[in-house]
């Protein structure tokens, strides 16, 4: 397949010209550059930046000071990351060779439908994050292999370390108390994934809330959607919670994804709010394994890429392995003769399925040289109710975060608060503030 390197068209990938530039042709070299520090944070949940092992400082995060507040020295983030991802305090599961500190480059311009954020930053490894996680036959059934370096299997070694690189945003409008001062410690909670206290399948079981919404783990969640912020079992009520939302109490989560959004140069579109949610419609991907035969779905189509399925040995190599729905994939044939080590991917991508409002953002990127460039384009005057709607002359408190070298949950770099401005008034302070395309 071909390399990473999906500089495409407004036509290539269907958006309306009218009134919009062309993300590939926008002369970034005018426009400001900021650069934001990005840290490891290991297992900083909300709870933690609330305890006394806090350096003391509970009292202070309590009362709602921001995080700069205190950690506004020069290089603050870098000494954090490095200090954290070595192990010990706050990182029980080290991973080696992990950086803790990346600088993000972002740049911002908008004309009358989009706003348009390019970011740049170095990964980890000499090769871009494109693959994600498999499904592999031997000899008998079909099996999930690979997994992010977190994962318990790939410390110990049964499973190598698989995922794809992804760069985040969360946007606040100003509705979400807190969220300015100290981003996104207020969405990252133990019990959830590869945090201390990890909810059991019994506990999510007894669960009132996520019973209700049907989730099977903890995920990010925002203060206010829980009697006791610091225990996730003590979520409010689908009526209480809708309410929240209708006031404007969520936040966007936009999240461009080299594997399942990156082949069809877009980015996934969600919010936090008791949970972590995709928008309303169909995301551009979707899984590959079919429950009831516990096979795949669909496979490589052998007349157009010249191989039906790929091997261990496959990966990194020779370009992307995307499965996409109407360019590249067809129906799964059990009798084409599978033989021990074939794999295919365990997730479908499709531009064409994605509907909806999970289908606002589009995104197109490149890795040269170690190297991702990412110009995501997000439409203003969004009046979706899972959406925040930007526009001209606003400000909003944002966050970043990258997960970078086959990793994810907290396993990722992420920015302290900051402020991105849309064409913000003279004399406004932001810390990026997009620039109108003429």
């Known amino acids: 397949m071909k390399k990473t390197v999906l500089f495409l068209s407004l036509a290539a990938i269907g958006m309306s010209s009218a009134l919009a ?16 520090p990005m840290f490891y944070p290991g297992q900083s949940s909300y709870e933690w930046l609330r305890s006394d092992e806090h350096k003391n400082a509970a009292k202070e995060v309590k009362r709602g000071d921001a995080c700069m507040s205190c950690h506004d020295e020069k290089d603050a983030e870098k000494d954090i990351g490095e200090k954290l991802v070595k192990g010990g305090r706050l990182e029980p599961m080290a991973v080696p060779g992990k950086s803790g500190y990346k600088e993000l480059k972002v740049q911002a311009a908008y004309d009358d439908k989009n706003l348009y954020l390019r970011y740049q930053w170095k990964t980890d490894n000499a090769y871009p994050g494109t693959e994600h996680q498999y ?46 001062k100290q981003g996104c410690w207020l969405t990252c909670h133990d019990g959830q994934r590869d945090n201390p206290k990890l909810a059991t399948k019994d506990e999510v079981t007894a669960n009132p809330m996520l019973a209700a919404i049907k989730k099977g ?45 990156n082949a069809v140069a877009m980015a996934d579109d969600g ?4 949970y972590r949610y995709s928008d309303s419609g169909k995301d551009m991907f979707s899984g590959n394994s079919d429950k009831a035969t516990h096979q795949p779905k669909y496979m490589w189509d052998a007349k157009k890429v010249g191989y039906k399925s790929v091997q ?18 067809v129906p799964f044939d059990p009798n084409a003769g599978w033989k021990e080590g074939d794999m295919l991917p365990d997730y479908l ?65 992420v920015s302290f608060e900051k402020t991105l401005g849309i064409g913000a008034k003279k004399g406004t302070k932001v810390d990026i503030n997009a620039v109108k395309l003429k």
């Open 271 to 274: 919010y936090v709010l008791e």
């Open 135 to 180: 499904l592999r036959f031997d000899g008998k059934e079909w099996k999930v292999w690979g997994y992010p370096k977190l994962d318990k299997d790939v410390h110990e070694g049964k499973t190598p370390g698989i995922y794809e690189d992804r760069m985040s945003i969360m946007i606040d409008d100003g509705k979400v108390a807190g969220f300015a």
């Open 312 to 329: 261990a040995l496959d990966l990194h190599k020779g370009g992307d392995h995307f499965l996409i729905r109407e360019t590249n994939a």
């Open 349 to 413: 991508v499709s531009r064409e399925d994605a509907k909806g409002s999970a289908a606002d953002n589009n995104a197109i990127a490149n890795w040269k040289d170690g190297t991702w460039t990412v110009v995501l384009t997000r439409p203003l005057g969004l009046t979706n109710d899972d959406d925040k709607t930007l526009k001209e002359g606003g400000v909003y408190n944002v966050g970043f975060a990258i997960h970078d070298d086959n990793i994810t949950t907290r396993g990722h770099h």
């Open 217 to 261: 783990d903890v995920r990010k969640y925002l203060p206010d959607t829980h009697t006791d912020p610091s225990d996730w079992k003590t979520g409010k009520s689908q009526e209480e919670i809708a309410k929240l939302k209708a006031s404007g109490y969520f936040l966007d989560l936009v999240q461009w994804r080299g594997h399942r959004s």
């Open 21 to 36: 530039a062309d993300p590939a042709k926008i002369n970034w070299t005018k426009i400001t550059t900021t650069k934001v």
